[in-house]
């Protein structure tokens, strides 16, 4: 075993124990002081990764800034596409900017933390440039370190709120931190690190934020990394396959816009916060019009009568039932409805009230929620 590959087990080792001091003791007993902390282990982390991996010289190249240019235009990109929808949805006070005192306790702490994370992803991988498994350990392992201070508990009892961190806090953030890897990797510290000073440090500075709701702000905040990585993939393959190559200030194809609003509908959709949303069956009763997997668009409804043939959503308990009307009729002022799945041989048992309705489908798209309603039931049979 080189010597060099000691002293990664060592700095590896040393940080596994600190995550696991900081969730079994740290965090219980020190929650107030617990930022700070993780400011005082970083510190210590970078100087011994440095002391021990050394730290090379960082040289900005026309690679970086072009890269620089396209991050800065995607994270441009999703603020106007956050805020926009805030002119739809409603903005929330950030209850993070009351005071000039209350701002800079909430902020000095978070951003020290990530500068000294950035340094020492930028000292290991660069120090392990020739040993990609490496970098992609100290990836995990990073991810899961911010996991940790993110997440108080994760909730294993319940698969709804289990799937509800996974989708809110889980992926974001180890989408976002295999992202920053693959950059620093290529290209060095600077464009990871005004990601995150500006991606997870504005919602302690702006006054207002857009009211899109936890899993719709995830949205945005995985397909932003994503779109960088594309971007960047395709500057650094061009860079590759052609070192005397000088990149020009258009640097992203137009077809990065359209895709970019292709994601941002259909986190939309998902939301839920729109008059159409779109959601996944999981069933066969609706065979052969609708199928298991399919994803339906519905168009929300209120108090608009709906009529026989209508295939209609509605909520029964915690469950969304996707069946047709076959039957409406009015008894004393109240609307009820009879539904019945296509494929079943007798009508639900219980009549849909029109308060039960969430919408009326009008759009099927074939078999492209299966992944979902694959995850929902692996995750029911565990219960």
């Not at 800034?65 to 409603?90: D, H, P, Q, W």
């Not at 950030?94 to 340094?119: C, G, Q």
Request: proline share 4%; hydrophobic share 50%; glycine share 4%.
């Amino acid at each position: 075993m080189s010597k060099r590959m000691i002293k990664n087990i060592s700095i590896f080792a040393i940080f596994i124990l600190y995550i696991i001091l900081y969730k079994v003791v740290l965090f219980q007993n020190f929650m107030k002081c617990s930022e700070i902390i993780n400011a005082s282990f970083l510190l210590i982390m970078v100087s011994l990764a440095i002391w021990l991996l050394g730290i090379r010289k960082y040289k900005s190249t026309y690679m970086s800034k072009n890269i620089f240019r396209v991050t800065i235009f995607y994270i441009g990109l999703a603020f106007v596409i956050m805020y926009g929808l805030g002119f739809v949805v409603g903005f929330l006070k950030n209850a993070y900017s009351r005071s000039f005192l209350t701002l800079l306790d909430n902020i000095v702490a978070p951003i020290i933390v990530i500068i000294l994370t950035e340094i020492f992803r930028y000292v290991v991988l660069w120090a392990n440039r020739d040993k990609k498994y490496i970098a992609v350990l100290y990836t995990v392992l990073l991810t899961v370190f911010e996991i940790a201070i993110s997440i108080r508990t994760l909730q294993v009892q319940d698969v709804s709120l289990l799937f509800g961190q996974f989708a809110t806090v889980l992926l974001p953030i180890t989408i976002k931190n295999a992202v920053l890897s693959y950059l620093c990797y290529n290209i060095g510290y600077r464009v990871p690190l005004f990601y995150r000073l500006i991606v997870d440090i504005y919602i302690f500075l702006v006054p207002i934020v857009p009211d899109i709701g936890d899993y719709l702000h995830s949205m945005v905040f995985i397909a932003l990394p994503s779109l960088i990585y594309i971007a960047a993939f395709t500057i650094i393959d061009e860079h590759l396959e052609q070192p005397q190559y000088i990149f020009s200030k258009e640097n992203f194809s137009i077809w990065d816009i359209p895709l970019a609003a292709i994601v941002i509908i259909l986190a939309a959709l998902i939301s839920g916060f729109f008059p159409h949303y779109m959601i996944g069956v999981g069933s066969d009763s609706m065979k052969p019009k609708i199928n298991k997997g399919d994803a339906l668009i519905l168009k929300k409804v209120h108090e608009e009568p709906l009529k026989k043939g209508d295939v209609i959503a509605y909520k029964k308990g915690k469950k969304v039932i996707v069946h047709r009307v076959i039957e409406v009729h009015d008894e004393k002022g109240t609307v009820y409805y009879v539904t019945k799945g296509d494929a079943n041989n007798a009508a639900d048992p219980a009549e849909v009230k029109q308060s039960q309705v969430q919408g009326i489908v009008k759009i099927r798209i074939p078999y492209i929620a299966y992944p979902t309603v694959w995850l929902s039931e692996y995750f029911n049979s565990r219960k």
